[in-house]
């Protein structure tokens, strides 16, 4: 099941300022080696208060990304195509790709590498069943697998500066490698146009390069 959006967003602003804690810090430490009581120590918080929002520190960056997967791409087939969905995480992903080239390095069970993957793939198969009311043929379930491989390993490269290309070329290039009966079968949104979210505007998502 997807995180409610209303629950990812309570107390926002203080799980930002925990995350940026974490940020500062692994300029100086790798993610492994960071405790929970450096990162309170650091962003000035009780142990109390930490524990309020998040059960560890793994559960940082995965509230995050469960944060720019909620409004884009895990709303694919739902309310956005595949482009749309795509542009909108990851500009979200792109205002704090140090923060998680850090993150990225730990290969525990529970670290950011690891826990996209599955999440994607529950949030897609639940896409087409619950959504779209299809069945996850095996069919299905193997291009759901190849699909959530192609993001993991390809959407990092790009915001590691490995692809010359703007961000809406780079949805366009993923959304044509998508297997086709996976791709046509989600690419129709079923929420009515008008009652969208509004999609970054270029300049906002690119802020950053400037």
Same mark, same amino acid.
């Given at each position: ?73 895990? #709303?694919?087939?739902?309310? =956005?195509?595949?482009?749309?969905? %795509?542009?909108?995480?990851? &500009?979200?992903?792109? !205002?704090?790709? *140090? ?49 959530? #491989?192609?993001?993991?390993? =390809?959407?990092?490269?790009?915001? %590691?500066?490995?692809?010359? &290309?703007?961000?809406? !070329?780079?949805? *366009? ?38």
């Amino acid at each position: 099941m997807d995180e409610p959006s209303s629950s990812l967003m309570d107390g926002f602003q203080s799980k930002m300022h925990i995350l940026d804690a974490l940020d500062r810090l692994m300029r100086d430490a790798s993610f492994d080696k960071i405790t929970v009581t450096e990162i309170c120590t650091e962003a000035g918080i009780s142990r109390a208060t930490f524990y309020r929002y998040f059960k560890d520190k793994f559960a940082i960056p995965q509230w995050h990304l469960n944060f720019a997967y909620s409004r884009g791409a895990n #709303e694919i087939g739902r309310t =956005l195509s595949w482009r749309e969905g %795509y542009y909108i995480s990851e &500009a979200t992903v792109f !205002e704090k790709r *140090a923060f998680y080239t850090n993150v990225a390095r730990s290969d525990d069970y529970n670290a950011i590498d690891n826990y996209a993957p599955r999440m994607r793939k529950r949030t897609i198969a639940a896409t087409v069943t619950d959504f779209h009311k299809h069945p996850l043929t095996e069919h299905l379930r193997f291009q759901i697998d190849a699909t959530v #491989e192609m993001e993991v390993h =390809l959407l990092p490269k790009w915001h %590691y500066g490995m692809y010359d &290309a703007s961000l809406e !070329e780079l949805c *366009a290039w993923m959304a044509d490698i998508v297997p086709r009966e996976l791709f046509k079968l989600l690419d129709t949104p079923l929420m009515p146009p008008s009652t969208k979210p509004v999609m970054p505007k270029p300049a906002e998502a690119f802020r950053n390069l400037i």
